[in-house]
């Protein structure tokens, strides 16, 4: 159904005294369409009530490890999706003033455009005032985040967008670019290409835990040593 046709029966159920649910994945007031949709219905005199959700971003960077700022490493983080828009609204035509080293990217729903994203950042148009990102800024792609059929490419910028197309990842894919990738146990540390299919990252979170668990044990132990 298009946004409008939402609209309508959002609007026909609650006058016919429904209280409806519109529920979402992910939180609804970031690229959700949550708040064209409350303007909608509270111009129609419609109580409308928001409850908050964890983004995909969020919720994706702390599953696999990737804080989205890191005192040192990223000061800011900047949401913006990747469709693509004639006009001078189209946020990636300006993409190239976000690059800065300490600033993470987050890009939702940029598969499709994720090749001209990526160009544009590593070489903007010669009227930029904005130098080019390092092109080994680490990287990843993450299809279906947080579910049984995740799949994950990890990479260095300029090989993203090709790594992505031999993956075959597919929609929906979320995009995070910044250093602060490096910090998850599994960026390649040779800066290379890495591909995860869905065992690939369970395995892993599994041997996670169970260091975890180890290191929570191993505590008071150690305490009482000390002691």
Sequence with gaps: RTQEE???LLQEFAE???VVLRLKGGDPSIFGRGGEEMEYLRALGIEVKLVPGITASQGIGAALGIPLTLRGVADSVTFLTGHSKDGDGDPISSIE??????NTLVVYMGLQTLPIISKTLLDPPSTSP??????????AAIMKGTTPEQR???APLKDLSQAVVDAELVSPTLVIIGHVVAASPLW?????VKVYEPEDVELMQQQVGEMLGELTTSIPQNLSTQL
């Design 16 to 18: 016919a005294g429904a």
């Design 130 to 139: 904005h130098p080019p990102m390092d092109p080994l800024t680490p990287a």
């Design 6 to 8: 939402i609209h309508v």
């Design 97 to 102: 003033s976000l690059a800065s080293p300490l």
């Design 188 to 192: 390649e540390k040779s800066g290379g």
């Design 152 to 154: 994950l490419v990890f």
